[in-house]
């Protein structure tokens, strides 16, 4: 009888551990529930850009052949050498530099919505891009764009005090979006084009944080493979602070001279 | 044989039981961690890769929120006065976690009699003192209380990112060109591990010499190999240079004095106002003012590297440039 008592206590404290992804979730009855609804966090609003690393890099435009920090590969070199900005805007490619790999770094300003239930939308004042986040059962739509095809899920933190899963609780205070982006038109990581290929694979963290004075700090921590101009996973992490309203928004088209 | 039978039909039950509860205890360590932070983790200079290897410009305060105050006191700083023996066994701040060029080895100190987690520890590797982060629920000493290298710090999980407040640090560098943090900085470390991913947000507040936070975040890749050690080596003053034996010779500019204020001009094309910082230049709309007067090089004559790591981790035939000193991984 003891047996069996401390067995199932036992159990009772690890099995949870097994039951990974959203814990015990919905039933096979239940439709899953909406990633609106879901949220652990609140990640809408506007958020500005705070560019106090890599400044000369982001924050104006670098010289031609400036690579630093950044693992390329020699024919990344050779494309980087290659680099040239009117002919980017004379064949209508001045947003290479926008694309989801790069536009993160840039300074701007992000508003973020919901779409749908489904789909988290992030609108960059640099450059007026849209990213689409989807969440669920959603199905690439084919031919390559400048932000890719973006799959988002909620990646929800054990409970503390047990091998358990957040998701179990009614509604989850903390967690982070997952986001992973393919199918993404070539592009620069920088704005003196240092580039990344069709074949990149963009990952983000989104972490919200909250300060001790009420400020509220988004990091997105990146990993960008690319076995074509990459050597080894190019890791950055930026920054953005909540914004309180919209009234520093200042869309600006593309630009690939500065 | 009787009695023995009995004692094994008592015993091999029990001996189960530990074994199970054992086992299950193990799978849900976690629930004391929250989630592992323990481990190498190597540094992935990816951001900022010449401040923190080679070290930043002279006048480098681009995106710094910076006082009046520390402006001048960084521009009074000269970066030979590390060379008399009182100041070279100084550690860096505990902000150089994310700030230097460090690996990391995180770790936990386990209480013995409950198993839980008292605090967590990042090694100090070069140049730096082992952080401490409480988990007990300690109170942070009184405002008056001594500071040190390492500082005192509390932490606490908010889901997988464990947050650790840290406040008692002496005064260092927020970037070692000379721009100071009082013993008056506190410091909020956000750490999130992502798989083998782990990243750092420090937000650095400093009544001091900061106008508003000013915030580092850095990415770090678990690595068995990576072998960072947890303790500084051993460092012994010297004196090297002969005009610095002499007692009270501290290398300095006097106001106005600085050499090197037109420098990241000279080389980079960046109008001086930029140079010397101020929150303003954190901001995007900060880009816009830097329009009209930034000319960009024509081409880069410095440091130009793809990640500065190692010699032979760049890519093939990549030059880099060190200005002046020779050339690293020549073609």
Not at chain 1, 159 to 175: L, T, Y
Not at chain 1, 230 to 237: A, E, F, R
Not at chain 2, 29 to 55: K, M, N, T, Y
């Amino acid at each position: 009888m003891k047996f069996v008592a401390i067995t199932a206590v036992a159990w009772l404290v690890a099995v949870p551990l097994f039951a990974q992804g959203r814990g015990a979730g919905p039933t096979p009855s239940t439709p899953p529930q909406a990633a609106k609804m879901a949220a652990p966090v609140d990640l809408t609003g506007y958020w500005v850009s705070v560019i106090t690393e890599d400044w000369r890099w982001r924050m104006v435009m670098p010289p031609k052949g400036d690579y630093q920090s950044v693992p390329i590969t020699a024919d990344a070199k050779r494309v980087a050498d290659a680099w040239d900005p009117v002919r980017d805007e004379s064949i209508g490619e001045q947003c290479r530099a926008y694309g989801a790999a790069g536009i993160m770094r840039l300074p701007t300003r992000l508003r973020v919505s919901w779409l749908d239930d489904n789909t988290l939308k992030v609108e960059t004042d640099a450059g007026m891009q849209t990213r689409l986040l989807h969440f669920g059962s959603w199905k690439r739509d084919g031919r390559p764009t400048w932000q890719g095809d973006s799959i988002a899920t909620w990646e929800l933190p054990r409970r503390p005090g047990g091998a358990d899963n957040a998701a179990e609780e009614a509604q989850p205070k903390f967690g982070s979006l997952k986001v992973v982006t393919t199918n993404m038109r070539p592009g620069y990581l920088r704005k003196n084009g240092v580039p990344y290929s069709a074949k990149t694979e963009l990952t983000e963290y989104w972490d919200l944080y909250r300060g001790r004075n009420g400020e509220q700090w988004l990091v997105v921590s990146t990993a960008v493979e690319d076995t074509a101009y990459l050597q080894v996973p190019w890791l950055t992490s930026p920054n953005f602070r909540k914004e309180p309203d919209g009234s520093k928004w200042d869309p600006t088209p593309c630009a690939a001279r500065r | 044989m009787g009695s023995d039978a009995v004692r094994g039909a008592k015993v091999m039950p029990m001996k189960t039981s530990v074994l199970t509860l054992v086992t299950a205890l193990c799978f849900s360590a976690p629930a004391l961690a929250q989630i592992d932070l323990a481990g190498h983790w190597a540094v992935r200079q990816h951001e900022d890769w010449a401040a923190r290897g080679p070290g930043p410009e002279v006048v480098d305060y681009l995106g710094l929120p910076i006082t009046d105050e520390a402006r001048e006191r960084a521009l009074a700083y000269s970066t030979s006065a590390l060379s008399i023996p009182e100041r070279q066994c100084l550690y860096y701040p505990p902000h150089y976690n994310a700030l230097g060029p460090f690996g990391l080895e995180i770790w936990a100190d386990i209480d013995p009699n409950s198993g839980r987690v008292v605090a967590w520890n990042i090694g100090g590797f070069i140049d730096k003192a082992i952080n401490t982060i409480w988990m007990d629920d300690r109170p942070h000493p009184g405002p008056n209380a001594l500071r040190t290298f390492s500082g005192f710090a509390t932490g606490r999980w908010e889901g997988n990112t464990l947050v650790a407040y840290m406040t008692h640090y002496k005064e260092g560098f927020l970037r070692r060109n000379g721009v100071p943090t009082s013993d008056q900085t506190t410091m909020t470390m956000y750490i999130t591990r992502h798989g083998d991913m782990l990243t750092m947000l420090e937000v650095i507040e400093d009544p001091v010499y900061l106008t508003e936070p000013f915030l580092v975040s850095r990415n770090w890749q678990l690595d068995p190999t990576a072998n960072m050690t947890r303790v500084s080596a051993p460092c012994v003053p010297e004196a090297e240079l002969p005009e610095l034996k002499g007692e009270g010779t501290v290398p300095h500019y006097l106001p106005g004095k600085n050499p090197f204020v037109g420098e990241m001009t000279k080389l980079y094309g960046l109008p001086v106002e930029a140079v010397l910082g101020g929150a303003e230049t954190m901001y995007p709309e900060y880009r816009k003012k830097m329009l009209e007067p930034y000319q960009p090089p024509k081409s880069c004559t410095r440091y130009c590297c793809g990640w500065g790591g190692a010699p032979g981790r760049t890519a093939p035939n990549l030059e880099c440039i060190t200005g002046g000193t020779g050339r690293v991984n020549e073609r």
